[in-house]
Structures are given as structure tokens and as C-alpha cells.
């Protein structure tokens, strides 16, 4: 239901934009999905990195808070994160997931790694 693409190798202090797409869902069905980034680093358990409520709210973790920036556009089936000021301890496999109270849906993941 989900894909994620937009991950890579980057140097700290780097940025990079994954987008996650929903290219089986119809916008109106995307639009009243909670959106989430979800991230999880080698020995680590996952861990919730952003999310935008279908009403637009926005939450971010601390680790990420100022550096992050989550988005999405309902008409384009997309959710977005910006992320900038990158740092060693941001490598990990990042998955968009959708959720509403009926249930959820993940993405395959995409591998961003930083180099020190």
C-alpha cells in the first residue's frame, strides 16, 4: 500500500527528502489517514520520528525536533520528510506507515546512512 523511496548516503550536516506514496489509495481515502516516519538503526528498536495527523497537527521526537520537517499532499497520495542537519546517529531504515483506528499500513523502507 505504501512506498517509501529517497534514502541514500549523505555526510553529516547533509540533507535529504524521503516521500512515501500511496499509489493505490484515492486521495480521499489518503487524506483521513494519520501519516507517521517511523525510523529504526541496526540493534535499535523502531522508533517514531514524526508524524502529521490527517487534520494537519504535526509531532516530532526529540531526537529530531528543529531538524525534521513532515508534510504531506493529500491530492498527490504523498506524505514528506525533510531532513536536514543530519547526523551519524540518523542511520537507519526509515518506514512511512498509515494509520486510522481501523487499521494501518507500511511502507517497505528506505536505508538513509550518514557518514561521519
Known amino acids: 500500500q505504501l512506498q517509501a523511496f529517497g534514502g541514500g548516503l549523505v555526510q553529516a550536516g547533509g540533507s535529504l527528502r524521503l516521500s512515501c506514496v500511496a499509489p493505490?489509495?484515492?486521495?480521499?481515502?489518503?487524506?483521513?489517514?494519520?501519516m507517521n516516519w517511523y525510523r529504526q538503526a541496526p540493534g535499535k528498536e523502531r522508533e517514531l520520528v514524526a508524524a502529521i495527523r490527517s487534520g494537519g497537527s504535526t509531532y516530532y521526537g526529540d531526537p529530531v525536533k528543529g531538524r525534521f520537517t513532515i508534510s504531506r499532499n493529500n491530492s498527490r497520495k504523498r506524505v514528506y520528510l525533510l531532513m536536514d542537519n543530519l547526523t551519524p546517529d540518523d542511520t537507519a531504515v526509515y518506514y512511512c506507515?498509515?494509520?486510522?483506528?481501523?487499521?494501518?499500513?507500511w511502507g517497505q523502507g528506505t536505508l538513509v546512512t550518514v557518514s561521519s
Open positions: 493505490r489509495m484515492i486521495f480521499s481515502v489518503f487524506s483521513v489517514y494519520d
Open positions: 506507515n498509515a494509520r486510522t483506528a481501523r487499521g494501518e499500513h
